[in-house]
């Protein structure tokens, strides 16, 4: 498996959030992965997983 990364994204399409995923668990078709929250407001984002530069998965994140 290549590193992870993750983007999220705002509703307005602009990166909010940008960061390698170090602590990724495989459980048979479910990925689980950890990341920092930072300072990130309370609200609906867009989310891309990207593999060695490639799109392996996206979303939606709720924050609460």
């Known amino acids: 498996l290549k590193p992870l990364e993750i983007k999220l ?3 307005s399409g602009r990166c ?9 668990v495989i459980d048979g078709d479910k990925i ?3 990341f920092q929250r930072k300072n990130l407001m309370s ?3 867009l989310m891309q997983i ?8 996206g979303g939606k994140l709720v924050l609460r």
């Open 9 to 11: 994204f705002d509703i």
């Open 16 to 24: 909010v959030s940008s960061q390698p995923v170090d602590d990724v």
């Open 32 to 34: 689980r992965f950890g």
């Open 43 to 45: 609200g609906i984002y």
């Open 50 to 57: 990207n593999s060695g530069g490639d799109l392996v998965g």
